[in-house]
């Protein structure tokens, strides 16, 4: 009875040994709060000196090209850092240091992952950006702890399918590579938050990309996309997107359901026309349509109600009226290089605008609105084809800089003295023969410009000696 009371004890004792033996390789995990406050190595021989306790290990430009044999028996490493190296292949010895957590390969010359990367089934963060590296392998779908994969600025042109198992992975980075298609699976992380695909060549996205039900930022510009999913709406909780220079002829309807980012960037598409539903982005604060084809501003702009900055130059707009531009808190509207002759949105709400840009248009006189506009510091009418400067003008009591070169102007108000706070004051290239000598006195104005005009010879020396300041002539 005794001998068989001690085998019982015997075999608990053995299965409670092999039950600590099973979970010791997780208590060698440190968190990442741990490995903050662990002792960095600087070399491999001194983290050899004391492996047991060396779980983080840099050798960040060193200009070495290889590592040593003998950096298998770190077995505790949990951080391996080798950036800024030389270093054309990876080392099968990192494969085989299976506790690492973090594994940062920065800016080498590696052209390949191998395949051994599966082997590291621990690895939250893998940097492997800056290098020459052209395929990820399918192993990486092993590495199932990956939170962080930041593969930027190589030459990747395919992704694996086999990325779908990596289900802890909040941040991937593929910004500035080859790849011309995105996987279906891409669409099965469900914790992924950030996804950068910056500057690469992708025609389209899959559907699958708006399952991310977690995503917050995703990056796309650069591309050569030419339409977006059509539920791309259902991305709800997605605070940044970046659409820059693809060729987008038109948005979803389902786009003006993003109503959470407060800044919108769609410089240098195709964009024809604007959603209808375009008023519903009521919290965004910029928007830039710059470098489009956009010909009119839809009515649907009068519901941007916290609309501070809107950007529509290089466009192929014609006119602009009606309540589009009645915004009480726009701040900055630059509508140049366009077509525009008739400039008369009602502003009367925009109390609070101080930088207009009209730039290279069709204007052939200032447009009245302006007049209501009393809180603008900069007016650009340069490049139009004004022939005068009328005396409403004068109202804009806060003008501090006021561009008309390039312009048929042969005359302006008198009254552009009342302008106390005019800086800087640009006539150049119009027909302008004389000016008010009266200017002279402003006491503000710090560059006049009045070269290239038709100014009489006996006019100019008047000028030389009523103004206080430089004027070029």
Known sequence: MKRYFFLIILISFSSINSSFAKKKPKELLLSEQEIKDATVYYSIEDALANKK??????LDNQKIDELPERIIKLQNLQSLSIKYNQFDEL???????????YLYITQNKVNEIPIEI???NHLKIL?????????????IGDCTALVELKAGENQISELPSTIEHLKALKLLDLFNNQLIEIPYEI??????TELDLDWNQIIALPESICLLSKLQSLKVEKNKLTKLPENIGDLQQITEFKLMGNNFGELPESFCNLNIFNELDLRNNSLTMLPYGIGKLDKLEILNLANNKIQSIPEGFK???NLKELYLQRNEIQSISGESLNLSKLEILNVSLNSITEFSPTMNKCKSIHYIDLENNKLTRVPGQ????????MLNLSHNQLSDIPVELSELINLEEAYFNNNQITSFTKQIVKLNH???LDLSNNKLLIVPLTMGEMKNLQEFNLSNNSLYSWHIKQIEERFKIEVTL
């Open 187 to 192: 669409g099965l992380l469900p914790t992924l």
């Open 370 to 377: 302006l007049t209501n506009v009393t809180s603008l510091k």
């Open 127 to 139: 940097d492997i950006s800056e290098n020459k590296i052209n395929l990820i392998p399918a192993e």
């Open 422 to 424: 005019l800086r800087i």
């Open 303 to 305: 519901n941007l109600i």
């Open 53 to 58: 306790k060396a779980y983080v290990l840099n």
């Open 91 to 101: 080392p099968s010895e990192i494969f085989q240091l299976k506790n690492l957590q």
């Open 118 to 120: 599966g082997n590291l």
